[in-house]
């Protein structure tokens, strides 16, 4: 059972948290298929010149959620937007076996040895601008940018002999990403959006070991049949990797306070679905997603505009 677990962390924190793919209700309900269909704020997460929707004085997004179902791996962000096209997120992911229903001062049933409650902790902290390139009455074409400030706490590791001894110390480590984004429409009825993260390579350090964050391009097109119904194929692949990941996502909007959302991603296979829900200036949006391997994650998103 050990095994399993050592197994299952270093696939978790292989992850970064600037390597999320799923970020939001929107993009867990269509399963990631979103780069080319931004919804005003929520697209900080994944294409950042979707933020020029933004029409409302002031737009501010919430969420939070534990990763696969997992007590110890909180993952929350708050986001807020401004009419002028900018925007500031807060991210954070932070990994500690205090939330073990089998704690004791010593272990937790996930096996983590006591190190003062956390194992790790990521933030970020982005700003984001839109550029409109284009407004025309047949077409759009806007330009996005994120720059990201990211700091990690990575508590002291346990050594060759598993005490403590002899291991590398706690550090914070810091770093600085850029991701830009590129989002086109054709008279309301078609659109493309790419996106590129981390496009800078940004590079980890600890000790006399490094890392370079992984670079992912994710390339979309949504077409709108008609006005309560969107449709959108994406691709994503991490840059250096020879496989890429397809999805596929529909919303149906079933009145003006009431939408449904459900997606699909090929390679590997998870399934999405969820709503949101408008009242007056305030929108709840509640999504799950699956995992070929892991289980199911859920979140909630809390949106309320100021006009």
Same mark, same amino acid.
């Given at each position: 059972?050990?095994?399993?677990?050592?197994?299952?962390?270093?696939?978790?924190?292989?992850?970064?948290?600037?390597?999320?793919?799923?970020?939001?209700?929107?993009?867990?309900?269509?399963?990631?298929?979103?780069?080319?269909?931004?919804?005003?704020?929520?697209?900080?997460?994944?294409?950042?010149?979707?933020?020029?929707?933004?029409?409302?004085?002031?737009?501010?997004?919430?969420?939070?959620?534990?990763?696969?179902?997992?007590?110890?791996?909180?993952?929350?962000?708050?986001?807020?937007?401004?009419?002028?096209?900018?925007?500031?997120?807060?991210?954070?992911?932070?990994?500690?076996?205090?939330?073990?229903?089998?704690?004791?001062?010593?272990?937790?049933?996930?096996?983590?040895?006591?190190?003062?409650?956390?194992?790790?902790?990521?933030?970020?902290?982005? @700003?984001?601008?839109? #550029?409109? +390139? /284009?407004?025309?009455?047949?077409? $759009?074409? *806007? =330009? &996005?940018?994120?720059?990201?400030?990211?700091?990690?706490?990575?508590?002291?590791?346990?050594?060759?002999?598993?005490?403590?001894?002899?291991?590398?110390?706690?550090?914070?480590?810091?770093? @600085?990403?850029?991701? #830009?984004? +590129? /989002?086109?429409?054709?008279?309301? $009825?078609? *659109? =493309? &959006?790419?996106?590129?993260?981390?496009?800078?390579?940004?590079?980890?350090?600890?000790?006399?070991?490094?890392?370079?964050?992984?670079?992912?391009?994710?390339?979309?097109?949504?077409?709108?049949?008609?006005?309560?119904?969107?449709?959108?194929?994406?691709?994503?692949?991490?840059?250096?990797?020879?496989?890429?990941?397809?999805?596929?996502?529909?919303?149906?909007?079933?009145?003006?306070?009431?939408?449904?959302?459900?997606?699909?991603?090929?390679?590997?296979?998870?399934?999405?679905?969820?709503?949101?829900?408008?009242?007056?200036?305030?929108?709840?949006?509640?999504?799950?997603?699956?995992?070929?391997?892991?289980?199911?994650?859920?979140?909630?998103?809390?949106?309320?505009?100021?006009?």
């Amino acid at each position: 059972m050990n095994i399993i677990i050592i197994i299952l962390l270093n696939f978790l924190f292989s992850q970064a948290l600037t390597d999320i793919s799923f970020i939001s209700s929107k993009s867990f309900g269509l399963a990631g298929a979103v780069v080319s269909n931004p919804d005003n704020l929520e697209s900080v997460f994944y294409n950042p010149a979707g933020i020029k929707k933004l029409n409302k004085k002031i737009t501010v997004l919430s969420g939070k959620t534990q990763l696969y179902g997992l007590s110890f791996l909180d993952y929350e962000y708050l986001s807020i937007g401004f009419a002028n096209s900018m925007a500031f997120t807060y991210q954070k992911l932070g990994t500690s076996y205090k939330g073990s229903s089998n704690y004791d001062d010593e272990f937790s049933d996930f096996g983590f040895n006591s190190f003062d409650g956390s194992l790790s902790t990521e933030k970020s902290f982005t @700003f984001t601008h839109g #550029i409109s +390139l /284009l407004d025309d009455k047949n077409s $759009k074409i *806007s =330009f &996005g940018y994120n720059l990201n400030y990211l700091k990690i706490f990575q508590n002291a590791s346990a050594g060759p002999n598993g005490d403590g001894q002899n291991g590398l110390g706690a550090k914070d480590i810091d770093s @600085f990403g850029i991701d #830009i984004g +590129l /989002l086109a429409s054709l008279r309301d $009825k078609v *659109s =493309f &959006g790419a996106f590129v993260k981390n496009i800078n390579n940004p590079k980890l350090s600890k000790g006399s070991s490094s890392s370079h964050l992984p670079r992912r391009l994710d390339l979309g097109i949504t077409y709108y049949p008609f006005e309560q119904l969107t449709t959108t194929f994406a691709v994503e692949r991490v840059l250096g990797y020879d496989e890429s990941s397809f999805r596929f996502g529909v919303e149906y909007e079933l009145s003006s306070s009431l939408l449904l959302r459900t997606g699909i991603q090929l390679n590997p296979n998870r399934y999405g679905a969820g709503f949101s829900y408008k009242v007056k200036n305030f929108e709840l949006s509640y999504s799950i997603l699956t995992h070929s391997v892991l289980p199911i994650t859920d979140v909630f998103n809390l949106k309320v505009y100021f006009d």
